[in-house]
């Protein structure tokens, strides 16, 4: 599941400065094979015009990985909207939707399986189409429950990541 929160961008004439979005998922084998069923997660504090945008991105409609997702998906649930709180700070960042009711998520590094230290890991991707450079780790809870749509990660894998997208 990816999730983006926006320091400073716009969709069209749309402001979207502060806001997340995100896009749980479930498919059936690895995501590039496709058949993915997904929903666009809103931030509550939204406005309709910011819902709009933020839901067309989510869709792909713009371009970029967002893009890349959607044409992955064969079925797109009802999107959400609900509030999101939100604690940035790297990879030890927590969000909660509707009160952890929806998603709850934190990240930590990984820790060492024999000294029990935490290890800091990076990964450069030059061409990564979703960020550039991600700090690793894993996460302490993950998990997401809406009608259709339900899934625990917990303990898995994920990554941190400051991005830079343009488009239309």
């Excluded at 320091?7 to 059936?28: E, H, M, N, S």
């Excluded at 989510?58 to 079925?75: H, I, L, N, Q, Y």
Aim: no cysteine; charged share 25%.
């Amino acid at each position: 599941m990816y999730t983006w929160i926006i320091d400073k961008g716009a969709y069209g004439d749309v402001k979207l400065d502060g806001l997340g979005v995100a896009l749980p998922g479930t498919f059936p084998g690895a995501v590039h094979l496709g058949h993915g069923t997904q929903l666009v997660l809103i931030d509550g504090r939204a406005t309709s015009a910011q819902r709009k945008a933020l839901e067309a991105l989510g869709k792909g409609e713009a371009g970029g990985p967002f893009a890349v997702f959607a044409s992955v998906t064969e079925r797109w649930l009802p999107s959400l909207v609900a509030p999101f709180d939100i604690r940035l700070n790297g990879i030890r960042s927590v969000l909660r939707v509707d009160v952890g009711k929806v998603y709850d998520l934190a990240l930590s590094r990984i820790k060492n399986p024999v000294t029990g230290d935490e290890e800091e890991v990076y990964l450069d991707k030059p061409t990564g189409f979703t960020a550039k450079r991600s700090e690793l780790g894993m996460s302490t809870v993950a998990r997401f429950k809406t009608p259709g749509l339900k899934f625990d990660n917990s303990g898995q894998y994920a990554e941190f990541s400051r991005f830079s997208y343009a488009g239309p």
